[in-house]
């Protein structure tokens, strides 16, 4: 049901405002019929090597092995890599816990730095200090809409010979220094849940340029399968493979990945705009050094100062029909990690600040302009 009808029948006074809505076009029905009239709709089928091109190419990599979601491709990237047991992973505590699992199913050690409190992406000066004889690789996380500054990690792994791990997901479309997010790493990956800039439903994709690398991807995401005797392996792989219907929609989409931009960033600013003279609030920042904002969500974070916690806030937009996530939650407070013995007594202050007190609004691509008012004006309302 689209959001008009839902109201229509309602007839309501309060809108709704869902967290995210994807903006999904006559495109993507076209391509989808597509699929039905040519029979197409396994892993087999055109539209999943165009889809594979098509992102490889916007973030200047020669492979893309599209698989079943994001959290997977990190999987399997970790583990074509040969990230293995006795190895370490620098990786951000603030991020999703997809990105530690991925190290701790390769039977790896997730190693862990704070994230800077003004963009919550992951203090790279912490990172250094944290390489051991151990280390293999650092897990480069794209947070929120701005990028990593990323040149001092290159040269890191340049210094000590390690791997970069780019995951991409929320920054698919957005560039350091004019150069693609996701063209970093010795391997990227991005998801196509429906919150990110280009949506498959679920999905996800590795990138690389490495031709090794990226046959050990295929190979993983379809079961290992040898190139000699069909049904006999010599390694335990997975079904990750994506579907032609599912890359059906990518295609669409990524046809259309500047105008998602374009429109988060038009979000972006008029959230700004609107809301910066609340003192309680920090906002996102425009831009960097090395990048604009594409506010691939609008976060908020709310100050000691404010009259209202962080939980009051998110409940007076719930009553207004407006919905909000929390910040994640970070991995060395994850119970799941505190039972397997990891990240015993480390503190991350500013990640835990930012996880306790950080909340985002709606800024789906789907959301309209009456919608953001009603936003804007709710948030005035409670502080005003
Ligand atoms: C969404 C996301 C993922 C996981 O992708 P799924 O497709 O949801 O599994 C991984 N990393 C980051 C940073 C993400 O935002």
Request: net charge neutral.
């Amino acid at each position: 049901m689209t959001l008009q009808s839902s109201l229509q029948k309602k007839s309501s006074l309060i809108l709704t405002v869902p967290v995210n809505e994807p903006l999904l076009t006559d495109q993507e029905k076209k391509y989808l019929i597509e699929c039905i009239d040519t029979g197409w709709i396994s892993s087999e089928g055109p539209f999943i090597a165009q889809f594979e091109d098509a992102c490889a190419q916007q973030a200047y990599q020669k492979h893309g092995i599209a698989v079943v979601n994001g959290s997977v491709a990190l999987e399997i990237a970790v583990r074509a890599l040969g990230i293995g047991v006795d190895d370490e992973v620098i990786m951000p505590t603030f991020t999703i816990i997809s990105c530690a699992a991925a190290i701790i199913r390769a039977g790896a050690t997730p190693v862990l730095v704070d994230c800077d409190a003004d963009t919550w992406n992951m203090s790279v000066d912490q990172i250094e200090q944290k390489i051991t004889p151990r280390t293999k690789a650092i897990m480069v996380v794209h947070l929120y809409g701005l990028p990593v500054d990323i040149d001092p990690i290159l040269q890191l792994a340049k210094k000590y010979q390690l791997k970069i791990i780019e995951d991409a997901a929320e920054a698919q479309g957005q560039t350091y220094k004019g150069k693609p997010c996701g063209s970093f790493g010795d391997v990227a990956c991005l998801s196509f849940y429906p919150n990110k800039f280009v949506t498959t439903g679920e999905g996800g994709m590795v990138l690389t340029c490495n031709e090794v690398v990226a046959e050990r991807c295929r190979s993983l995401r379809n079961l290992c399968f040898k190139s000699g005797r069909r049904f006999v392996h010599d390694e335990l792989g997975h079904n990750y493979r994506m579907t032609n219907v599912q890359a059906a929609l990518g295609v669409a989409q990524m046809e259309r990945l500047d105008k998602h931009i374009a429109k988060k960033r038009m979000i972006g600013d008029y959230y700004t705009t609107q809301l910066r003279k609340i003192d309680h609030l920090q906002f996102p920042l425009e831009q960097t050094s090395y990048a604009f904002n594409n506010y691939w969500v609008y976060p908020l974070v709310v100050k000691p100062s404010s009259p209202y916690s962080v939980d009051v806030l998110v409940q007076r937009l719930t009553e207004r029909g407006i919905g909000t996530r929390p910040f994640f939650w970070n991995m060395h407070e994850q119970p799941v990690f505190a039972r397997m013995g990891l990240f015993r007594n480390e503190r991350y202050p500013v990640a835990e600040n930012a996880a306790r007190n950080g909340f985002y609004i709606p800024s789906g691509l789907g959301i309209s302009h009456e919608q953001m008012e009603y936003v804007v004006r709710a948030i005035k309302d409670i502080f005003y």
